[in-house]
């Protein structure tokens, strides 16, 4: 256990303190000393955002209902505490026990976001933990990770002992299970990740070598380790009914990013937009049952007193029996005075019906995503929206009694031409002539319309993986052709800090080699990247050339459709052919139905979507 | 607030809501303290609908923290409130000298003696800062050095609480600390609430 009176001391001097104290409702603090395997998780981000991250919930249960395991809690400390910490000489520590981290067995890492990996960096370091996986010997922690991020595990290959790549529910067991049996006889590090390279879903990183082309391309990548696979197949629970859900929830006591019960209530999507990583790798669509969903919403609440139940997954709307699930949740939570909510909608206009049942009292602001401003432009990137969805959807919302609305685009799409960047103009000029020409006694507030938009980020494992990424200036132009022909003050235009997205689409798509970019960076003073105020644009860019990395080379860069791709080692249940077809397709402008409609053979196995009803 | 707010619904507590678009359980805390301030006793109004107060008691206690225990409760009449019934505080206040600890007992006693000690009040209004100077003599009713080991001081105080007339302990200490040139590192200072108090012709008691 770290010093408590060094902690209570720095507690004193620091912002929210409640971060670094643990001991919240729910949270579960076992005797650590009998645990057979200590498990270290962390959300490389301050604990007002891992808080709200869903994964963590559930692999923190999962983990402390066995007996014998215990998983702890650690965030990055924001950097007041880091400063207070370093001065103190305090290691980083866990929430629960207060344990330092280099005592765990496990240092396991979600991936999240792209621009939180010099965060990892600085966590290794403040818990006194070396930063390569090769400075680490058979005493410390195994450092691994999973998440959305991990599905290119490249960038991170020198620091990561082994990645995860898909789904955690079971696998995570099965880790903890084999490494339980490894210690209990002659435990040897090397041993065990020979051993656990043969699991399905665990990538080990220093079994493998890349061989590069002249031009910095991949020439090939050699298996050193006659154990490992060549390809890494992602892991994938079938039933989600059961499978194992959180019943609780840790309740933080201050407030977090989503202070509320995250119910997710199916996993994958059908829509497959062609820029969205998600909606490919976490295929095929798995539903929870209302029954089950019924039950588990009744426990959570019961568990935490939270107020209101978020119902998540990647297009909630898409739920087959959503009508009968809030109709049920509804009527159980009435008198409780419990709400629930429903984030990222569609423009269809039968969710108003839906919002009318679940927002009686309230009508807070609504958020859709057109995510480009022409229907050319939209169907390139296969969003299924018409702009009369949208028309109609903002004019029953007007007319039921919303007034602030918030629009959602990406610039520097594929095809992209200006025309289509001003399209985002005049569909915010649109929703403002709708407001306008609903019936004054019907439309109530006064009219507030955001448009924001966000900087296109090509993804692995998506359609677009091979398209190079608008440069920072193009951006920048786009960004002030929608800014400059908005001059109305009911409209609100916004964009993302484009040389954020140009850091994100060369670590996303980043090679082994971008590891020590990673690193240097951290060196310099880099870290909480995602935070604009600590955004550090100019020193990344002198480590890259200090290391003679093109960074434009890994962002900008169109791909020849036969090159090797850092991360096509790595099976995601859908197939680079069919990605290629959609990339194809996209260019000529021409959409893919919902996999509702229609199969589309992208080689997922055991798929129940087969173009089953609608 | 957060966390009361949250065992209620837990502990199927039948609280009052406020009316409106938003509605909010009907509870306050009297004098809520300043973050970093451990306190050994807290008063709570609670508008309940039909519940015993034992009760009440018990079903609280299953759900809260152990560090946080409902210990006493009583029914009072609607529109008394333990806010406007509470006018003392007292607080035990730990630090260390950095200089001036010899002779810290009889300065302080002379300190105490003035007539007027005035502070820097600072409100912020939109983004103006208002700055007023408050005497914060009369707020003080007493004030003891309890320990003193080494470097080591240990005060207890009485102060002023709630709407007719505050003072935040650590407002004191930033005056003394100013006065006295004592040096104390502010951050590094322990404050705990020991009581709450009431007043009544001149006699001050529990408000339970």
Known sequence: ?614 | MRLFHRTFNKAKIPIGYSEGFNPHPKFSIANPLALGIESDEEYIDIELDNMEVEDFIEKMNLVLPKDVQIIEGKSIEKGETIDSLISWAHYEIEFELKENIEGFGENLMKWLQRDEINIDKIRRKKKKEIKRVENIRPLIGNLTVKEIHEKNVVLNTLLKAGSNGNLKPMDLVEAMNRDMELKIDLQSMDIRRTGQYAEKDNNIFKPL
């Open chain 1, 1 to 614: 256990m770290i010093n408590i009176k060094t902690l209570d001391k720095i507690l004193k001097k620091v912002e929210k303190p409640a971060r670094y104290i643990g001991m919240e409702q729910n949270s579960i603090e076992k005797d650590i000393s009998n645990a057979k395997v200590k498990f270290a998780f962390s959300f490389p981000d301050i604990y007002d955002v891992g808080m709200s991250h869903l994964g963590l919930h559930i692999l923190y249960n999962l983990i402390n209902n066995e007996k014998d395991y215990v998983c702890e809690r650690v965030f990055a400390p924001w950097t007041d505490m880091e400063e207070e910490m370093r001065k103190e000489n305090l290691p980083l520590f866990t929430l629960e026990s207060k344990e330092e981290v280099k005592n765990f067995d496990f240092l396991g890492f979600t991936l999240q976001y792209e621009m939180s990996y010099t965060n990892i960096l600085n966590i290794l370091d403040l818990s006194d933990i070396p930063l390569r996986a090769k400075d680490r010997g058979d005493n410390a922690p195994l450092v691994i990770a999973g998440g959305p991020c991990a599905y290119n595990p490249e960038p991170l290959a020198e620091f990561i002992d082994f990645f995860v790549i898909g789904e955690g529910e079971e696998i995570t067991l099965e880790i903890l299970k084999l490494y339980e049996k490894h210690k209990a006889e002659n435990w040897s590090k090397d041993r065990f990740l020979e051993d656990i390279a043969t699991m399905e879903g665990i990538y080990v990183p220093k079994f493998y070598q890349v061989v590069y082309n002249e031009d910095n391309t991949i020439k090939e990548r050699k298996v050193l380790n006659s154990t490992a696979p060549e390809k890494i197949k992602k892991r994938m629970v079938k039933d989600l009914n059961t499978m194992f859900s959180p019943e609780s929830m840790v309740v933080p006591y201050i407030e977090t990013v989503h202070d509320r019960v995250i119910m997710e209530i199916f996993r994958g999507c059908t829509r497959g937009c062609r820029f969205c990583q998600a909606g490919m790798i976490y295929r095929p669509v798995r539903e929870k049952s209302v029954d089950r969903l019924v039950e588990l919403a009744e426990n959570l609440v019961e568990n935490t007193g939270y107020e209101n139940v978020s119902l998540s997954s990647l297009s909630s709307c898409d739920y087959s029996e959503l009508h009968l699930l809030i109709e049920k949740l509804m009527e159980n939570f009435e008198e409780k005075k419990v709400g629930v909510s429903l984030p990222s909608l569609r423009l269809d206009s039968f969710i108003v019906d839906i919002l009318q049942e679940i927002e009686k009292v309230r009508k807070s602001g609504l958020t859709f995503a057109p995510e480009a401003g022409s229907q050319r432009l939209r169907d390139v990137i296969n969003k299924g929206v018409t702009e009369e969805d949208l028309v109609n959807t903002v004019t029953r919302i007007f007319r039921e009694g919303w007034s602030t609305v918030k629009l959602y685009f990406m610039i520097g799409l594929p095809t992209e031409t200006d025309e289509d960047v001003l399209g985002i103009r005049d569909l915010a000029y649109k929703v403002k002539d709708i407001f306008f020409e609903t019936p004054k006694e019907q439309r109530k507030g006064n009219l507030k319309i955001t448009a924001s938009a966000s900087c296109f980020v090509p993804k692995p494992f998506t359609p677009f993986q091979w398209l190079g990424q608008d440069s920072i200036e193009e951006f920048y132009r786009k960004a002030y052709l929608v800014k400059n022909n908005i001059k109305d003050n009911k409209i609100k235009f916004t964009f993302h800090d484009p040389k954020l997205s140009y850091l994100e689409a060369i670590i996303s798509r980043g090679d082994r080699k971008i590891s020590e970019l990673i690193l240097k960076a951290w060196e310099m003073g880099c870290k909480f990247d995602g935070w604009s105020e600590h955004f550090k644009y100019d020193t990344w860019i002198e480590v890259m050339e200090e290391l003679g990395i093109d960074g434009d080379f890994y962002a900008l860069r169109n791909r020849d459709l036969e090159e090797n791709l850092p991360w096509d080692f790595i099976d995601p249940g859908v197939s680079k052919e069919y990605l290629k077809r959609e990339y194809n397709k996209s260019l000529g402008e021409k959409i893919t139905d919902d996999c509702r409609i229609s199969c589309n053979a992208c080689g997922i196995v055991d798929c129940t979507m087969r173009g089953y009803k609608f």
